[in-house]
């Protein structure tokens, strides 16, 4: 019995056992456009990434370590957590330190790195996307095929082919661009389980507040 046991154990957290931190393949960044998250979330939320004085485009999600197939999280680690001041600095580009706090937690901790330079690798990531001019002029609320936002992000970044992003959507809004990267923040395809790809042909986005 007890060899039973642990057999059903090892079988049934193969993916616990893998995540160590700093072993990891890839990176996918995620965009999210801040007014749709708001109109779905974050205004039920009361999130300060919502008032309408912050003009909030596409932000940063979050950078995500991946592997070729699954990703880890949560991994442990002896590192301090980042300190309030340090999750504050990154609501500028993530929208509130909330979300940087969550970030570090889930994923984060599976770079390898602190806080400090898990931080500046994900401002340095958001810093090398030219994210499309066009959704900030918008105006009015529209609504587009998900492949508009992929054609608009490769059109304005050399080397990104459209194998290297994906977008997503959720209760019929326009949710997130996801972008794959090298661990040197090169582009690159992504892994087939990462790829997310919205097959919406109308789906709502909100121009920026």
């Known amino acids: ?38 109109a779905l979330e974050g205004d039920a939320r009361q999130s300060p990434q919502c ?27 002896t590192l301090r957590p980042p ?10 580009i993530m929208g ?15 770079s390898g790195m602190d806080p400090v330079d898990y931080y500046a690798l994900s401002r340095e990531a958001y810093s090398r996307i030219n994210r499309p001019e066009v959704f900030r002029k918008l105006s009015k609320t529209v609504t587009l095929p998900t492949s508009l936002i992929e054609q608009a992000f ?21 949710q997130e661009a996801r972008i794959c990267l090298t661990r040197d923040l090169e582009f690159r395809a992504c892994g087939r389980d990462a790829v997310r790809d919205c097959t919406l042909t109308n789906a709502q986005f909100d121009p920026m507040r």
């Open 96 to 110: 509130s330190s909330g979300l940087a706090w969550y970030q570090w937690n889930k994923h984060g901790v599976c």
């Open 154 to 174: 490769v059109k304005d970044n050399a080397d990104l082919t459209p194998d290297g992003v994906t977008v997503t959507c959720k209760a019929g809004y326009i």
């Open 1 to 38: 019995m007890l060899r039973l046991m642990t057999a059903l154990f090892l079988l049934a957290s193969p993916a616990s056992a893998q995540d160590q931190a700093g072993t990891f393949d890839y990176y996918v960044m995620s965009l999210s456009w801040s007014a749709n998250w708001c």
């Open 51 to 77: 008032d309408d004085t912050t003009e909030n485009g596409w932000i940063l999600h979050g950078l995500w370590p991946q592997y070729e197939q699954g990703y880890p999280a949560n991994c442990r680690t």
């Open 83 to 92: 300190s309030r001041s340090q999750t504050s600095e990154m609501a500028d």
